[in-house]
């Protein structure tokens, strides 16, 4: 069970790197969990999660070998 | 003077192609879009509009050219700095087309004037720079059911989106709130002062936003309608994700003109204490209001207590439990020194959202009442 995550934004910026892979997380709020554990930064900073391309709002499973997609709003202009 | 040979002439380029053709041009010429911040978005978007013969296009900016805007506003050089950016804009548009018709609006975009100069639209283009501006600017479309066509930067990114776009499929249009339902305080995101922005990026996605406007006006091509695309300039690589309309976020955008101009945007995104602080003159004004319910969360035997006003006594312990007996739409906390105040207005944020306005009295009833003393 694998999940590719990507970064975007300022996000980079609190794990390093725009891209890598996860084992055995199931479903997004778990992922949310571990990741907060990992960079505690993202407790305070918002993003929206996409699963395939596709925004979700709610708690979500997780497909082997889908790819999580971790937006940060942008304000400049 | 202009003639139909010389219109044709200037767009001859472009309505030989196929798709876009005599019929794209007159779209264009009778369509009307308004962008709003003429800065790095909105420059290059108002160069392609107004060179594309969009008929009428709206600038709001209520800023001056400064020298720190020119690496990424090459619309304005630098004999403008100082001057308004919505009528230096104008100026040099008009040499570019003097076919089109330009309106300046050298104003800041608020509650009061945003949807009197909205409606005037048909496309609105948000190049603006704080979210503020953004949440409002977003809720004035989706109250007037306008197109907008949304674009921001941050560094070496940009996102562009089409929101507010009622397809003919019936399918729940999708606005900035779908995203990110509740505002952003300013502070949590940097801005392109404090984070940096490489001066091309707003130049590609400003052109991008005029790209996407054209599209929707013409009919050609596949705007990106609930979809929201991102841009890495670093490395090239696009991102689409498609958008849906979540079922909370109606629920949160004004519904009526007098609950839009009753909005606080700056507010809503001002971060940190300054969020939920009032000095003493603003907490003697609320207290008059009706429906302000206001309380001292200090333990119950702790004085002084403050006299003039009504107030309830609920400890910084309990309020979590004794949240749900709060009914006022106006809550004003205040403790000794306005920490403990600050804290309850932090829970009571998280619980009530944007329902009920929550103020604490900053520097506390000590404060409040030396000030009281000595006037």
């Not at chain 1, 407790?43 to 929206?48: A, C, D, F």
């Not at chain 2, 009622?166 to 305080?185: E, H, M």
């Not at chain 2, 969360?297 to 003039?308: A, D, I, M, S, Y």
């Amino acid at each position: 069970m694998k999940v590719n995550i990507l970064l975007f934004g300022q996000l980079t910026d609190i794990t390093g790197e725009d891209s890598f892979v996860m084992e055995d997380i199931f479903d997004t709020d778990s992922m949310a969990i571990f990741l907060q554990k990992n960079y505690p930064a993202l407790i305070n900073t918002k993003y929206l999660i996409a699963v395939d391309k596709k925004i979700i709002a709610t708690n979500t499973l997780l497909p082997d070998n889908c790819t999580v997609a971790l937006l940060p709003p942008f304000s400049g202009g | 003077m202009k003639s139909e040979n010389t219109t044709y002439e200037r767009y001859q380029r472009q309505m030989i192609l196929k798709e876009f053709g005599e019929a794209g041009q007159q779209k264009l010429s009778q369509s009307k879009v308004l962008v709003i911040g003429a800065g790095g978005l909105g420059c290059p978007a108002l160069q392609y509009l107004a060179a594309a013969g969009v008929g009428t296009i709206g600038i709001v900016d209520d800023d001056i050219v400064a020298i720190s805007n020119l690496h990424r506003q090459p619309l304005y050089s630098t004999f403008d700095i100082g001057f308004s950016k919505a009528a230096t804009a104008k100026s040099h548009l008009t040499k570019l087309n003097p076919d089109i018709q330009l309106i300046a609006y050298n104003e800041r975009l608020t509650t009061q004037n945003a949807l009197t100069i909205i409606e005037k639209f048909d496309i609105i283009i948000d190049g603006t720079d704080n979210f503020a501006s953004r949440y409002l600017v977003n809720d004035a479309c989706v109250l007037l059911n306008k197109i907008l066509v949304y674009g921001a930067v941050s560094q070496f990114e940009g996102q562009v989106a089409v929101f507010n776009y009622q397809n003919r499929n019936g399918d729940a249009a999708v606005n900035y709130r779908d995203l990110f339902p509740t505002p952003l305080k300013d502070g949590e995101i940097l801005n392109c002062a404090e984070a940096g922005v490489l001066g091309i990026l707003p130049g590609i996605i400003g052109t991008m936003l005029a790209n996407e406007t054209i599209k929707l006006i013409t009919g050609i091509g596949k705007p990106l309608i609930n979809t929201l695309l991102t841009y890495n300039a670093l490395n090239n690589r696009m991102y689409e994700i498609s958008l849906s309309a979540n079922a909370i976020t109606q629920s949160l955008i004004p519904n009526n003109k007098a609950a839009f101009e009753a909005m606080n945007y700056e507010w809503l995104c001002s971060s940190g204490n300054a969020r939920f602080e009032i000095d003493i003159a603003t907490f003697n004004q609320l207290q008059n209001l009706p429906l302000v319910k206001i309380i001292d969360v200090r333990e119950l035997n702790e004085q002084p207590l403050p006299t003039g006003f009504d107030f309830t006594k609920i400890p910084l312990s309990q309020i979590k439990e004794q949240a749900a007996s709060i009914k006022d739409e106006t809550v004003i906390l205040f403790c000794q020194s306005g920490k403990r105040s600050l804290q309850a207005a932090e829970w009571l944020f998280d619980k009530f959202g944007e329902s009920k306005k929550i103020y604490s009295l900053k520097g506390g009833i000590l404060n409040w009442i030396n000030h009281s003393s000595t006037q």
